[in-house]
């Protein structure tokens, strides 16, 4: 059935004539240990940043050496030669944004000599991704994304020997249990990591549990998402004195006893004495050395004359009763020797965060750091799956030309996702680089999305103007809106859900003429834009005076609808000037929620849920801590900086309203606070069951040569005990609890910054005594935590001098278009219900605020009968609803092979059931799902493939691991059921798919238009 598996057959067969041996990889390619000693695996490696101190290019090309003396393409063409030289010659690669850039630019013949290499287990791929991702930063759905990406790269070109077995996470800053659970359901057998708590990691020094199964999904996926895990002793670099990189320093193997500098004698005593060292922390027979690091192998004959030589010798003392043996390996064949001692292993089920390198060096800071380009990659991720979605629902025998649009916006986001990208800690020109290859993805979806609209939208043969998205409506900037007087919406929904949205457009003129698809006016409200909003440097050249306001409702499911808009005449009743703030306290209402504000503070004093009449105090503030401001030499002097958090005191400064006003209009209530160097806007809108709060930041004040880190806090009468409740990555909910580490008795050394955790979408506190649950989402990846009983912070902006000397080299203090420090604005939103019915609200408005409608529009010179006679003003692309706790993930064409016909069309789709188990009464049970529920084209068949969408799922055999119990596990309440191909009955129709909670199936399906 499956064509995209054919085609790929024909590819690799193509070039199997050149190659001289049939494929031996995989466990079946190591090399052999010895069954009664110490095997010791040596796994050369290079560690290869997507960017950090250079640019992804500078990387690549080895420009700016005066930065790192770095040249990836020179590392690959090195190590593949010495591999060629010898067969039992071993060396692992990892990030394929470098890769395949190498591979495009190689001839034929080098091709097949890769091809041999990888088919014999010489080289083999770790981890697989577009980039090794952080795991604080990054959403699911863009860790899944970047993954596929790299894995699909392999598999085109190396089939099942390209396949990763292993995830290889060596540099990130802690580690996320959301990650684990996806390498799992990748298909991977095991994962490795560098870093973590220098008080965990002691204590399972002590106690030889440096390797063991990470639980990923205890409650929801069970042993599917088991995953055997190890810390690396070393980090992931060689033992002290072995690193024999070009240029290193260390002592070389000198083996002429002719010479007086002769060291093979001391050399392996040294190197014996580090295994020794090494292994008593271990319980198995076997233990992995890294011998690599950061940038290492441009001369990989170096490196592997040393090894040999290492190797030779060591061995050598086996003879005189040494129980040593030394070889090539890499992590996967060390994995398959640890699974073969069927001894049963420790299990962990909570996460890797916050990470310390030591008692005053807590890594949280970069949770928050470079908060605009958090911001800008989590909308990038909105416009990348619209944009795969269009393409695949508009294409009509241009797959090939839309997809490789697509392409660059994927390969854009596959590199933000890097661990030294969307986290923060990269130089300043390099994160300017990430922001302009994001740029140049929208620009090449704009193409592929126009092309799809082409299809969707013409009644007859006149093709529609291309639209455009604009991108700086946050503050108030979109050219097309403020200078024209005729404007056509289209507004796409990317959920499988209908959705409504709430939409602001910058205009000039107070009176307009607003048109539904069906012709009927949209109510709408005029507001000023704020002065605050005018000050944004970046709005230097626009002229817009207000916004336009509107809802829009009911939006299709991967749908469109046509809104029109245009300057009208008459009264301005709907204009909503800015009003002094009332000396009385103010209420802002609607039907669902109350905020009330006092009326000599400004600020913010209680929230009421009006359906249920469930009302506490809330105070909110903005504050910030100032920056430890230390020179590094000692840990007690460690500045705050890109990576480190770290306050110079535990209680933040308050930073007082200066002014305020409100605006009261039917569809939008807003009261406005403005800080010395900030401003707030507390919103609410008709109907809302939230109250969003747009926090405004910059510049920040360093006149007084102090770095500052800015926080919202949230103060409610909730008794949490200590205890609150994050996300991780978008996805499951980690408990937290206040100085407190599951695994071990933590002696905490930094209150503040000691107890913050990753906010990649939500986080909330609860008290069962009035049932209440209060829940803080966020519309980017931030710090946060509950420092005091009924508090929730979260840090939204930080400006620091110093730099914290762990190797960025610069402070991390932005500055914006006009050379002042930079402005950046984003969104909370508040929840205020039962601790019973909130998982229902964050999860809907979690996954709204991740996929919401994207607004694509143009100027036209036509009038509205016209536009509406020629095109279609509502367009759905499924015809078949999903159940309201199941999303649909992917839907991402497959770019035709060339050797396949065009009319064989194939797409990727990732279902969700997108809550945990027994997380709410309803939503948590199984779904049932119709494949066949898509409009636009009609599916002939369907594949189940594992979650990167490279390996057919009824093909996967994960190696099985022996788990000590813990006692407290729930079991899982149904039974799992896995389809591996569907295909059509006598009435052409597909079997259903059944979802579990937190259960992700992956499918390619081929269809037709």
Sequence with gaps: MDVYILG?????CLGAQARPSQPECGYDSCNPIKEDMLNVHLVPHTHDDVGWLKTVDQYYYGDRNDIQNAGVQYIIDSVVQELLKDPSKRFIYVEIAFFARWWREQDEAMRDQVRMLVNQGRLEFILGGWCMNDEASTHYNAIIDQHTLGLRFLSENFAECGRPRTAWQVDPFGHSREQASLFAQLGYDSLFFGRLDYQDKNKRLNESNMEFVWKGSPNSLGETANLFTGVLFNGYGPPGGFNWNQGSGDDPMMDDKRLHDYNVEKRVDEFLKAVQDQAKHYRSRDIMMTMGSDFEYQNAHTWYKNLDK?????????QNGSGVNLLYSTPSCYTFQQNHLNQIWNGKDDDFFPYASSAHTFWTGYFTSRPALKGYVRQSNNYLQVCKQLDTIGNYRTGWMTSSGV???KEAMGVAQHHDAVSGTEKQHVANDYAERLSNGYKSCENVTNMALKRLLPRFQQEPPNL???TLTNISKCEITENYDKVVLEVYNPLGVDSDTWVR???????????SFTGDAIPYQVIPVTSETKKIPERKGTYAQNELIFQLTGISPLGLQTVWIQKGKGDNSSYTPFKAFPSADFTMQNKLVSLTFDHITKQVKEMENLQISLKIPLHQKLMHYFGFSGNNSKDEFRASGAYCFRPNSTEPKTMMVQSAYIVQGDLVQEVHQVFPWASQVFRLYKDANNVEVEWTVGPIDISDKSGKEVISRYDTSLQNGGVFYTDANGREIQERKRNYRKTWNLNQTEPVAGNYYPVNSRIFIRDPAPDAQFTVLTDRSQGGSSVNDGQIELMVHRRLLHDDSFGVGEPLNETGADGK???????????????????RQHRLIGLWLYRQPVIMLTNVSMDREQWYTQFNTQVSGLNTLLPENVHILTLE????????????????????HFYENGEDEEMSKPAIVDLQMFGFFNITGAVEMTL?????????????WRVMPSGDEPAIPYERQTYRELKLDSKGKLPQITLNPMEIKTFIIDFNG
């Design 893 to 912: 064409m497959i770019p035709p092979n060339p050797l396949t016909p065009i009319s064989l069309r194939q797409a990727i789709v990732r279902l969700e």
């Design 948 to 960: 990167g969408a490279n390996m057919m799922l009824k093909d996967l055999n994960r190696l099985q």
């Design 407 to 409: 392409e660059v916006l």
């Design 310 to 318: 290492l190797i030779h010798y060591v061995n050598a003392r086996q």
């Design 8 to 12: 790929l057959l024909l590819v690799f």
């Design 821 to 839: 420090g930079l402005v950046v604005r984003g969104k909370h939103y508040l929840v205020l219900d039962t601790i019973k019915n909130s998982a």
């Design 505 to 515: 457009l910058p205009v000039n003129g107070t009176v307009f003429d607003v048109f």
């Design 468 to 470: 455009q998205f604009c």
